[in-house]
């Protein structure tokens, strides 16, 4: 038996914008409705309508066996206009968090999970300074009215992917190439964190736990001899991995964003931590270029290296274990390094995100086995994790890949009003949870090892 802690969640991650439905006044919907920039043509208008069937959503998930729900608060809902709160939002996301707890599992709301009202991109997004000051307007509002729901709040989801996917590969809006811009973000993305933080703790009094989510690759050289392979493979990983690392723990802006300046109340701006964790990432020194993926999160059909090209780099004597929809280079073992690599921040740790697209149930299965395997291994090694949240919940509009990718535990039937049905892999989910680890029997007939 892979026995997980007491108290130990399981549960399943949703972002707002991909499984509400009826959200217009995002850039992401302002993006997707334009022609070409969604690989089947679709949009987030009707998503997974979980707006309108949270509740049932809900208690389908606590019937499979979970015991947590991550969300995200969709800030456009929330301020739709620039200083001007919506009182009905608010009371929505009061029923949202209301209704995980009726139903017994915990709630982890996320504050930024992509997307800005369509009037702050207009003022320059994650470009403009005054994004940080705004983030933390909204977040001090955001839980000040509903922090007496929830005793977690996240940040900001994958801090890395604004400026590596939106401002220097061009995949998702506003599609710029130009690292000049790039870096102004990571510093504006970095700094929001931060204000967010304190803004959390500035209006709350029960002292919730506050981090950011930080997608980590496992970023590694794709010839393990050769010097140029492993000097590329460090130079990424301090851009996509390290460099936010240092920000939390140190308070600095480090070079090329910055110039090594502290910014009052970043350092420690963490009371946990949470990863999201897909694939691994094999870098060349010689012109074979990774990108890392944000997340579950697609890579458009762009001209040029693209994410999902960029995660399929392979060693010819290791083959992938699991071909998904997304032809990443998935490595399991990943998962318990970067858990380990966070552990010396103190804190607890949640793996917030981790998932396979495919329609293949005994391939996801065997995934979700083989990634909770590792996740037992580092907490044997010393890393204090406290929870799994598989993603995703529901098949929903996965960003530029719009509904091509599943990777809900509960697929969604589009012929047939969105009816959902849970898949085996959320069946099988749910007797771990409930069993609180993983037995013998079980591993054997996935062919999955102890890790």
């Known amino acids: 038996m892979l026995a997980f802690p007491r108290g130990f969640l399981f549960g399943a991650a949703t972002a707002a914008h991909q499984v509400e439905g009826g959200c217009l006044n995002n850039h992401w919907s302002e993006w997707e409705h334009q022609p070409g920039t969604i690989r089947d043509g679709s949009t987030a208008d009707v998503a997974c309508d979980h707006y309108r069937r949270f509740r049932d959503d809900f208690a389908l998930a606590s019937s499979l066996g979970q015991n947590a729900q991550r969300i995200s608060i969709e800030w456009a809902r929330i301020e739709p206009e620039e200083g001007r709160f919506d009182r009905r939002e608010i009371d929505h996301y009061r029923a949202v968090l209301d209704s995980i707890r009726e139903n017994g599992m915990e709630p982890l709301p996320t504050l930024h999970h992509f997307t800005h009202p369509s009037w702050v991109a207009a003022d320059g997004g994650w470009e403009n300074p005054r994004i940080v000051d705004r983030l933390a307007r909204y977040v001090e509002h955001a839980s000040r009215e509903l922090g007496d729901r929830t005793s977690f709040w996240w940040t900001i989801n994958e801090p890395m992917v604004a400026p590596a996917l939106c401002y220097l590969m061009g995949i998702h809006p506003p599609c710029v190439r130009d690292i000049s811009r790039a870096l102004p973000v990571s510093r504006h993305v970095l700094l929001a964190h931060g204000a967010m933080y304190r803004a959390i703790h500035g209006a709350t009094t029960h002292r919730p736990k506050v981090g950011p989510v930080l997608q980590m690759p496992f970023i590694d050289a794709l010839d393990p001899s050769s010097e140029e392979d492993r000097a590329a493979a460090a130079q990424q990983d301090f851009l996509f991995n390290q460099y936010y690392l240092e920000g939390l723990r140190h308070g600095v802006v480090a070079p090329p964003v910055g110039g090594g300046e502290e910014i009052p109340g970043l350092a420690g701006s963490y009371d946990v ?179």
């Not at 073992?333 to 495919?358: C, D, H, I, W």
Request: glycine residues 12%; hydrophobic residues 35%.
């Open 273 to 451: 931590i949470g990863l999201n964790y897909y694939a691994r990432m094999l870098v060349s020194g010689r012109g074979d270029m990774a990108h890392p993926a944000g997340g579950a999160h697609g890579d458009g059909d762009g001209d040029g290296a693209t994410a999902s090209e960029g995660m399929r780099l392979r060693r010819p004597d290791e083959p992938s274990e699991f071909d998904d929809q997304m032809g990443w280079e998935v490595w399991p073992r990943g998962l318990r390094e970067q858990l380990l690599r966070l552990s010396s921040f103190g804190v607890p740790l949640y793996v917030t995100e981790n998932g396979m697209a495919t329609r293949d149930e005994r391939a996801r299965c065997r995934h979700l086995l083989a990634h909770l395997a590792e996740v037992h291994a580092a907490i044997r090694g010393g890393a204090d994790v406290r929870g799994f949240l598989y993603w995703t919940l529901l098949d929903n509009f996965e960003w530029a890949e719009g509904y091509t990718r599943t990777f809900g535990l509960i697929e969604i039937d589009r012929a047939r009003d969105l009816e959902r049905k849970p898949r085996e892999a959320a069946r099988l989910y749910g007797e771990i949870a409930r069993r609180g680890g993983i037995d013998e029997e079980t591993l054997r007939k996935f062919e999955v090892a102890a890790g």
